[in-house]
């Protein structure tokens, strides 16, 4: 049925109406005093979900361009750098690492685990020349919905004196990263994801660590040169022409989430996160990451013996909902229900029960009729009382 | 007033109803097939708009990201450069050139007058060993307000054989940018401009030749790569999350440039440059630019004795409408009118009348009352007959 589309994937997220027809103003100058008073509450409240005193700067480009600004202005070609990789966005730094001319460590961990934290301990410890110079970890990897301890492994890093640079795409805004509390050099966003926006704004946020190696970097770089971006912040302006209209969305999305409160963000991703697991499992498929991994953005799942895509297909041409497929070698072996950004109690329900009458419509009935439905809800009951 | 405001500056520029609306929708999938529709669908408009055959990428970036990435995919640090430069966007090429290595020859103008083609045939002419790799142009240099001779340059450059790599930001959809035709090899430019549409989208098109060159291209780039985005596009999909709201924007406003017919934007602007201008002269001020290299897209104005703050800001005062300002340089010394996108000639009898009076208003009555519009409006009469 015609604009009945509900998008249960981790990027793009649903967007609030608000949100919508903020960005459908007509566009104002990105060099007035007006527009400057926007980049200056958008950089406040900012750095409020960013939970940091450093700079965070909004850059015209995806999560991926964030990331490559986070990387090139603070690392050197030839700098011995560790990459966790559990999953495609861990590999795609690895990549960036790899075009830059670095010295790239790839610490790896299988598609749907997490990464060893001790592995990181070990190799952080045994470095007593200093020769690391970065760690890169995607907290929350969106292609396996894994989230990683970045917590214990930017406390190695930080004892170590490397810089801890962060992939927080889908992490931001779905789950607690306190920026300063653990020592986050480098942490990049994307606003498709915990933002509650369209996709095309990119986020990263420096410390004054951070700072103080850009220094010494060489890498060659205009675009996504962050000291420009530095530069024109102190003006509240950007060296760049923004996304004016994106800006507009980003500042009615981000009073959305301060009146909502961070605790109250957080709690309601981890309540969306445990019911969509429990009631996965209670319609007898696996969930594709442990329980104590679980990446609070979105949820993998094995659905063997059907087939994944079958599963998307069926849901998508039945009910309207369109999950994410699995990339790379989980093509067609998982599905990903997204439940991060402006997702809500009652969307997990509509989503589980679209779910099992999908898997009922594939001959998938190994369960009692309801169970999934049961299970979401006796998660939301428990996490009421 | 609230919700009065006319914005007048060369970028952002007005964007019609229908094309804010379209962005206000519920943002979908990127790896949809309701999405590849639409990417091929704007492909093709993009193709028709740059008059080419070759790829046209939309990037999530600015213009300026969009000329980096037409930059340093096709030239390599050490390679000899000719790049124009007769203001800001010259400038800011040429700082990019310096900034990847490459070996830079700045050919100069003053700011408010045209690039020499003599002197780039004299200089291609006498590189007889071929060592000038690209030539790099500002078409419609948008901080004066002065069209280039491309055409006559890239005559040149073609018969030499180097790359002719276009800054077309404010020409495209302005005025005629015949990519084939002109042998245009690199031509980049952003949404905010011609293409009636908020800032956050970058374009490039890339000849044959120019993908011949990326094949020794050095420079180390994953963002900005553009065979990413070749190998991409020929799945109508992006290699990264695109800024799916501002293509159903896109979507919309081609399809009414399209409507509308080249020949038909094209005539429009031309109009309105003249009538701008006109109106100008007549109301006393001197047009910064010489008739002969006027940009299609902003016309900038030298008030003296009057400031040109002091002009900005008592129009803005007064009637809501926003002007440029000066750059660098050029600040408080000149202001500049946009006329390209989504103007129409009422806006600028509006916008002339609102002069004329500030005009008035700052004791400047050098001028037979209602000479600005009358100006304008005699443009128009004779367009229309």
Chains 1, 2 share one sequence.
């Not at 592995?119 to 690391?132: G, N, P, S, V």
């Not at 369209?198 to 996504?224: C, M, N, T």
């Not at 009910?319 to 402006?342: E, P, T, V």
């Amino acid at each position: 049925m015609e604009d009945k589309h509900m998008l249960m994937i981790p990027g793009p997220t649903p967007v609030p109406e608000q949100v919508l027809l903020e960005m459908a103003k007509h566009p104002i100058g990105h060099r007035s005093a007006a527009f400057s008073k926007i980049m200056a509450e958008v950089t406040e409240n900012l750095q409020w979900l960013f939970q940091t005193k450093n700079d965070v700067f909004c850059l015209a480009a995806s999560g991926t361009g964030a990331m490559e600004a986070g990387l090139i202005n603070f690392i050197n070609a030839g700098d011995k750098v560790l990459v966790g990789e559990n999953g495609k966005f861990g590999e795609r730094w690895a990549i960036i690492c790899d075009t830059y001319g670095m010295d790239v460590e790839r610490v790896k961990a299988p598609w749907g685990e997490a990464l060893d934290p001790a592995i990181f301990k070990a190799k952080l410890e045994a470095d007593t020349a200093k020769e690391i110079k970065a760690v890169v970890i995607t907290h929350s990897e969106t292609s396996t919905g894994v989230l990683n301890d970045l917590e214990t492994i930017s406390g190695y890093v930080k004892a170590h004196g490397a810089l801890m640079i962060v992939d927080a795409v889908t992490s931001l805004g779905s789950c607690n990263v306190p920026t300063d509390a653990w020592g986050l050099d480098v942490v990049a966003s994307g606003s498709q994801k915990g933002f509650m926006l369209p996709p095309g704004l990119g986020f990263v946020s420096v410390s004054d660590k951070a700072w103080a190696a850009y220094e010494h970097a060489k890498i060659p770089r205009f675009y996504l040169d962050l000291k420009s971006a530095q530069k024109n912040l102190a003006k509240n302006t950007t060296p760049f022409t923004p996304p004016v209209n994106l800006i507009f969305g980003l500042k009615a999305s981000l009073a959305m989430m301060k009146r909502e409160g961070l605790e109250n963000i957080f709690a309601r991703h981890k309540r969306l996160t445990e019911a969509t697991r429990a009631a996965v499992k209670a319609l007898g498929l696996k969930t594709f990451a442990p329980d104590g991994n679980a990446s609070t953005a979105v949820t993998a799942v094995d659905p063997a013996p059907l087939g994944a895509e079958d599963v998307r297909k069926a849901i998508a041409q039945q009910f309207d909902i369109s999950l994410a497929g699995g990339q790379d070698d989980y093509k067609g072996k998982i599905f990903r229900i997204g439940h991060l950004g402006f997702v809500h109690d009652r969307d997990i329900l509509t989503a589980i029960a679209a779910l099992e009458a999908t898997l009922h419509g594939l001959g998938h009935t190994d369960f009692e009729s309801g169970a999934g439905v049961k299970a979401a809800a006796t998660v939301f009951q428990k996490s009421a009382s």
